[in-house]
């Protein structure tokens, strides 16, 4: 037990300072590692980290409090909405996903100081400034949060948002609640950046090779399990 909170514990300075941590989900889910960073902390250095060394999606994760406060809709619903005046939306309905009930994938935006938004600096600056958004808008009312929110952003962008389950791992064990769990649990914004790691196989990089990246550069591999565990024990 002491070395699994001494495990914990070194996650959550790592990321307190502004290092990535590898996070595993689940055999039974994705099957998948990703590296994470704390948004605030996100320079354009981690997005060419993430990019050359994870090779996935470089994507943003936020709690659904914070999705609420700037009306963050989830894709799929949005669709849902307006799939009479565009019916492919309703042929493309996403009811299939193999690990899991629904997809938490929000809008897509860019910072509106960025030029085409898919550069390594463009990229960090609108995560970084997300990040930076979220502290500010607490003490707001929801209607000038979301004005807060468009001034500074446009949508559709490079940047896609993940919104968390309400009651995070209570609710769901995808990636997104993990990390959003980590960064509440470290006092950081509920904002964090990850990218999935690709193998050179076709697939997503083994669960082994995976810890031998960790080992190799010094940061902590965690499982979902145990950061369920963590947050089971820390939300008491």
């Known amino acids: 037990m002491g070395e699994f909170i001494k495990k914990i514990q070194k996650a959550i300075n790592d990321l307190r300072n502004g290092k990535f941590i590898l996070i595993y989900d689940d055999d039974k889910r994705e099957g998948e590692t990703d590296l994470v960073i704390a948004s605030e902390f996100v320079t354009s250095n981690s997005i060419k980290t993430m990019r050359k060394d994870g090779g996935g999606l470089i994507f943003l994760m936020t709690s659904k409090q914070i999705a609420n406060k700037l009306k963050l809709p989830f894709l799929a619903e949005m669709y849902s909405c307006i799939d009479e005046k565009y019916p492919v939306l309703k042929a493309l309905v996403p009811n299939d996903i193999p690990y899991d009930t629904k997809s938490s994938f929000s ?113 902590v591999f965690l499982e979902g399990k145990e950061i369920v565990e963590a947050w089971t024990k820390w939300s008491k």
């Open 107 to 219: 809008l897509y935006i860019n910072h509106r100081e960025t030029f085409t938004g898919i550069t390594d600096n463009d990229r960090s600056l609108t995560m970084k400034r997300f990040a930076e958004l979220t502290k500010k808008i607490n003490s707001q009312d929801d209607g000038y949060a979301t004005t807060m929110f468009g001034e500074e952003f446009r949508s559709p962008g490079h940047v896609p948002i993940c919104v968390a389950a309400e009651k995070l791992l209570d609710d769901r064990r995808g990636h997104t609640e993990l990390v959003i769990s980590m960064m509440i649990m470290a006092g950081l914004a509920p904002v964090g950046s990850g990218c999935e790691i690709m193998g050179d196989d076709g697939k997503a990089l083994s669960r082994k090779k995976a810890k031998e990246y960790a080992n190799r550069y010094g940061l």
